[in-house]
């Protein structure tokens, strides 16, 4: 285990912002996990497991203990097929982007709307990762942990991981308790593309013949660069943690609130298949009917040009700047449309 000190953590994170790490392991085996885990509980220090760190807001003060970088990689797919799927086993330090690249090339669908999503593939579980009407709780076949709590490996089933909108127990109940390093995807070989999404509807309209799986990534990948979505290097926009704020799910009365407050407004609640689906409504809707234009700027924080959900670090920002955007935006929206947005990043030392 090679282990390094006071090691920068913006430039490991694609909002590059905060300080440093006491304490980075880079982990390319168990063992190296083993060793960094024992370390960290022998000198009682806080664990922070890093993926691609394309999801995360570090503290101007850093983290004071150990960064723990999990970067065992490979994808194998197991011979034959399984209730008809293919399985993939993956490593959790895995690029997700290179994973779906393979998956597509084999002819296997189930992934390929989340096509040009930064991070890990260790990271997918965590929120539930969802682009363009998939999510990965779709096709997860089950999940390999470490658990922190006996140093045992776990082998956790869809169904245990509790996979909800962004949501899993791996960022709720048992948020903290376990070191992702595998997982299995279950893929239809030969299966045709999910092309439900309305953004990929109009990409296709006219065209006689279904677009095939790796069409649709690349169509995929063609929106999200438009919308400042893909990590583009030398787009300024693409320096962010993705969107900020979850789309938040209502009930009735909450909903009903907020189509009187629009429609006093002269405004109606946007609504599509993928929201009502889930009850939600869209963040992006809310926070440019509060006011904030794209390229709204605060410091050296601003909302993307091209997404009215991401905020983007428009180069030497700090986290503080982060959150007063941040809250500036919440306190906002709350004050007006009534309802709290919930913010997506995971927030890291402080
Ligand atoms: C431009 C851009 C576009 C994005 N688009 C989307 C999108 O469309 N949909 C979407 O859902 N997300 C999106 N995201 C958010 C992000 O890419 C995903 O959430 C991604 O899965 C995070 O993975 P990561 O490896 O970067 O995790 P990190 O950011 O490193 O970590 C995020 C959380 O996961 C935990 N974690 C990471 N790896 C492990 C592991 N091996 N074991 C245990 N815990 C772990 C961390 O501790 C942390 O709590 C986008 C981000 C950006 C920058």
């Known amino acids: 285990m090679l282990l390094q000190e006071n090691v920068a953590l913006a430039p490991l994170t694609t909002l590059q912002v905060g300080g440093p790490a006491r304490f980075l392991v880079e982990a390319q085996s168990l063992s190296d996990i083993r060793e960094a885990v024992q370390f960290a509980q022998s000198r009682d220090l806080r664990l922070f497991v890093l993926g691609g760190g394309s999801n995360l807001v570090v503290s ?39 994973f779906v690249s393979h998956a597509v090339r084999a002819q296997c669908a189930g992934i390929e709307c989340l096509s040009g999503i930064p991070g890990s593939v260790g990271g997918t579980p965590v929120q539930n ?9 779709e096709t997860i076949e089950s999940v390999e942990a470490f658990d922190l709590r ?7 089933c869809a169904e245990a991981c509790g996979f909800s909108y962004r949501s899993s127990i791996f960022n709720t109940s048992e948020r903290g308790r376990f070191i992702i390093l595998r997982v299995t995807y279950a893929l239809a070989p030969g299966g045709e593309p999910h092309l439900e999404y309305a953004d990929l ?19 995929v990948r063609h929106i999200r660069a438009r919308k400042g979505m893909l990590i583009v290097e030398g787009d300024p926009d693409s320096r962010s943690a993705g969107s900020f704020f979850k ?23 946007p609504s599509y298949p993928a929201l009502e689906k889930n009850r939600k409504v869209s963040a992006a809707w809310l926070v440019e009917k509060s006011g904030f234009a794209r390229g709204y700027a605060l410091g050296h924080m601003a909302i993307s040009t091209k997404h009215a959900l991401a905020l983007v ?19 906002r929206v709350e004050e007006i449309w009534g309802i709290h947005l919930e913010p997506e990043p995971v927030f890291v030392g402080g």
């Open 60 to 98: 101007d003060t850093g983290f004071p203990g150990l960064v723990l970088k999990v970067a065992m990689a490979g994808i194998e797919r197991r011979p034959g097929t399984h209730e008809g799927k293919v399985l993939f086993d993956v490593g959790a330090g895995e690029s997700w982007d290179r």
């Open 129 to 137: 990762v969802g682009a363009y009407g998939q999510e990965v709780s």
């Open 150 to 156: 006996d140093g045992q490996l776990r082998d956790l």
């Open 201 to 219: 509807k109009q990409h296709f309209a006219g065209r006689e013949t279904r677009p095939d799986l790796a069409e649709t990534r690349e169509a």
């Open 247 to 269: 789309n938040p799910v209502l009930n009735e009365s909450q909903h009903e609130d907020l189509r009187k407050r629009a429609e006093a407004k002269g405004f109606t609640v």
């Open 313 to 331: 670090n428009r180069g030497g920002a700090t986290s503080a700047e982060v959150l007063a955007l941040k809250d500036q935006i919440q306190n």
